[in-house]
């Protein structure tokens, strides 16, 4: 089972790509969706966060106030590390054991993790290939304003992140998101059923 790690900056169109991928049966994992799993009310991480932001950023019934933990981690780096420092090896033990499920009943011929921070987080070697969505600049901030980010939210958040000229460089494959879905589709296409 080959192993492909999905990647690229935010608003590109990953999740996207993810959709498109699973409505085709590929088996995919989005690591967002691991950072919700592992900061649920009653686990550890979230109880470590709590002590450490503070209660503040609980709502009411006792889960994450994401809005408000991304606003604090975002405007300051030393939070933004102990953030990622307290989910990135969570999230990638929970990555690596669905990884190794799959490999032990009936693998697919391959399966897809989404890893925004793939680079970021120095995970590139654990896969076979790494493939990269990217758009141009100006497009990226289009889909990030019309999500409701300000124009200072989303320079704090691009610039948690490595240039996309980077994660270009050290992808196998670049999937671009500029058009149309069906554009991006044929991309992927091309990747993933050559």
């Known amino acids: 089972m080959r192993t492909y790690a999905l990647t690229g900056g935010m608003?590109?169109?990953?999740?996207?790509?993810?959709?498109?991928?699973?409505?085709?049966?590929?088996?995919?994992?989005?690591?967002?969706?691991?950072?919700?799993?592992?900061?649920?009310?009653?686990?550890?991480a979230l109880a470590r966060l709590a002590e450490h932001f503070g209660k503040k950023i609980l709502r009411e019934?006792?889960?994450?106030?994401?809005?408000?933990?991304?606003?604090?981690?975002?405007?300051?780096?030393?939070?933004?590390?102990f953030l990622e420092a307290t989910l990135h090896p969570l999230i990638r033990q929970r990555w690596r054991a669905w990884c190794r499920e799959l490999r032990e009943n009936e693998p697919?011929?391959?399966?897809?993790?989404?890893?925004?921070?793939?680079?970021?987080?120095?995970?590139?070697?654990?896969?076979?290939?790494v493939v990269c969505v990217a758009c141009l600049p100006e497009i990226q901030k289009e889909r990030l304003l019309k999500r409701g980010l300000s124009e200072e939210e989303i320079a704090g958040r691009?610039?948690?992140?490595?240039?996309?000229?980077?994660?270009?460089?050290?992808?196998?494959?670049?999937?671009?998101?500029?058009?149309?879905p069906v554009e991006l589709y044929a991309e992927l296409s091309r990747v993933f059923f050559p």
Do not use: Y
């Open 11 to 44: 608003g590109m169109g990953k999740s996207t790509a993810a959709a498109w991928l699973k409505s085709r049966g590929v088996a995919v994992l989005d690591t967002d969706d691991l950072a919700r799993e592992v900061t649920r009310p009653g686990e550890e």
């Open 61 to 81: 019934d006792g889960s994450l106030n994401r809005p408000l933990l991304a606003e604090i981690v975002f405007r300051d780096e030393r939070e933004r590390r």
């Open 108 to 129: 697919p011929p391959f399966c897809v993790v989404v890893i925004p921070l793939l680079f970021e987080t120095g995970a590139q070697g654990e896969f076979d290939e």
């Open 158 to 180: 691009l610039a948690a992140q490595w240039p996309i000229e980077e994660k270009i460089r050290l992808s196998h494959h670049v999937v671009h998101n500029n058009g149309t």
